[in-house]
């Protein structure tokens, strides 16, 4: 059996928001979770995984499916090294927070630095204000990352953003795939981006409706070894 190494991969655990805010590359919230199905053959096969990062849509509002990927990681004897996440704040989730402790504790194998977190999207000019209480919760976090804290200088120029009039940075549509392959090992160097309908990207900075452009295939479809070899090899 080939066993899959992942440099970075990325979870779009729903497409609904509870904010609408007008740079937000993705576009229009949709009615859309990932289900269990797809997060199961998105982990098939995978022993390793650099990083795991979890987006939307807003994550808060699909917890169980966050639960569930981490339930599987540990079900699976996944090799996780880190977690990453962002979130708007509006809701305060004490369960997802504990969900995060828990999985930190398991991840942790650096002495001082932890390289990744729960990152809060606040007073950028963007998000709507949110309940103070909330963030000073999550910067409590020995985990909690600041980097989305503050000015946005560079907007994605796509989804609302781009209907806005206001995106100032050219999406990166150069879908390559740092991939190294041997009999029993496939290591993926760069991202693996899997969205809530189980379409596989190289790219995390597309809107929803660009996503259907620049997928690569669909792990309902085909195998996530399966789409990784036939695209590194066209890419030959």
């Known amino acids: 059996m080939v066993q899959l190494y992942i440099d970075n991969m990325v979870f779009e655990v729903t497409r609904k928001c509870n904010m609408k805010c007008e740079h937000c590359l993705r576009g229009c919230a949709e009615n859309l979770d990932i289900t269990e199905k797809v ?6 096969d995978v022993n390793h995984i650099s990083s795991l990062t979890i987006t939307g849509g807003e994550p808060t509002l699909n917890i169980k499916a966050i639960e569930f990927i981490f339930n599987q990681i540990h079900t699976q004897g996944i090799e996780l090294n880190a977690f990453w996440m962002a979130t708007n704040a509006k809701i305060y989730s004490s369960e997802l927070v504990s969900l995060l402790i828990d999985e930190y504790a398991t991840c942790t194998e650096y002495d001082d630095e932890f390289y990744g977190g729960l990152a809060v999207s606040h007073e950028d000019g963007f998000h709507e204000p949110v309940d103070p209480r909330n963030i000073r919760k999550y910067k409590a976090l020995k985990f ?7 000015e946005i200088r560079s ?19 150069e879908n390559s795939l740092d991939v190294e392959i041997d009999e029993d090992y496939i290591t993926v160097n760069s991202m693996i981006y899997i969205n809530a309908k189980g379409d596989v ?13 620049e997928k690569i295939g669909n792990i309902l479809e085909e195998s996530l070894e399966s789409i990784i070899l036939r695209y590194a090899e066209a890419q030959d």
């Open 39 to 44: 997060i199961l053959e998105a982990l098939k």
């Open 144 to 150: 909690y990352d600041s980097s989305k804290e503050g």
């Open 155 to 173: 907007i994605i120029d796509d989804g609302y953003a781009n209907y806005n009039g206001i995106g100032s940075r050219t999406i990166n549509s």
């Open 201 to 213: 990207l190289l790219n995390c900075d597309y809107s929803f409706e660009r996503q259907e452009e």
